[in-house]
């Protein structure tokens, strides 16, 4: 088996973090991402924008990991936000529907601190960023 090709970059500032990926999320580095993740709500951090622009590929099994994090982060009063994600991503965020769980703010723009202001509401949808395509062509009945 071979080395996952991923690396992670974290950044905290009192109860947040900015978590940079980059290189594959796949079935093998994506264990990493969870525990990454994971490491963040056991340290304190419940503010957690993850940046994507170096991520080359992400599949499914990052999806889920993503899903999970954000589920977890919730659950403990928090917030996780994905940035940039890569154009598979992306794809994978349209045809699921998910991307208005895991899409939020732009990094310059970390979410207030709880005790400043009310919870947020809940975030707009994303725009469509790839356009979706037929995937049966013809008359389909």
Same mark, same amino acid.
């Given at each position: 088996?071979?080395?996952?090709?991923?690396?992670?970059? *974290? #950044?905290?500032?009192?109860? *947040?973090?900015?978590?940079?990926?980059?290189?594959?999320?796949? !079935?093998? &580095? @994506?264990?990493?991402?969870?525990?990454?993740l994971a490491r963040c709500l056991s340290d304190g951090i419940r503010f957690v924008d993850v940046d994507l622009t170096p991520v080359t590929f992400c599949d499914c099994s990052g999806l889920n990991v993503f899903l999970y994090a954000v589920q977890?982060? *919730?659950?403990?009063?928090?917030? !996780?936000?994905? #940035?940039?994600?890569?154009?598979?991503?992306?794809?994978?965020?349209?045809?699921?529907?998910?991307?208005?769980?895991?899409?939020?703010?732009?990094?310059? #723009?970390?979410?207030?601190?709880?005790?400043?202001?009310?919870?947020? @509401?809940?975030?707009?949808?994303?725009?469509? &960023?790839?356009?979706?395509? @037929?995937?049966?062509?013809?008359?389909? *009945?």
């Amino acid at each position: 088996m071979s080395l996952p090709q991923l690396t992670i970059y *974290r #950044h905290d500032r009192r109860d *947040r973090a900015l978590v940079t990926l980059a290189g594959e999320i796949d !079935l093998e &580095s @994506a264990p990493l991402v969870c525990a990454a993740l994971a490491r963040c709500l056991s340290d304190g951090i419940r503010f957690v924008d993850v940046d994507l622009t170096p991520v080359t590929f992400c599949d499914c099994s990052g999806l889920n990991v993503f899903l999970y994090a954000v589920q977890r982060t *919730r659950e403990a009063g928090g917030i !996780l936000r994905l #940035h940039n994600p890569p154009p598979t991503m992306g794809r994978i965020l349209d045809l699921t529907g998910s991307g208005f769980l895991l899409l939020g703010l732009p990094l310059g #723009h970390l979410p207030p601190s709880p005790g400043d202001v009310p919870a947020p @509401a809940a975030p707009a949808l994303p725009q469509r &960023s790839v356009p979706l395509v @037929a995937v049966l062509s013809g008359d389909v *009945r």
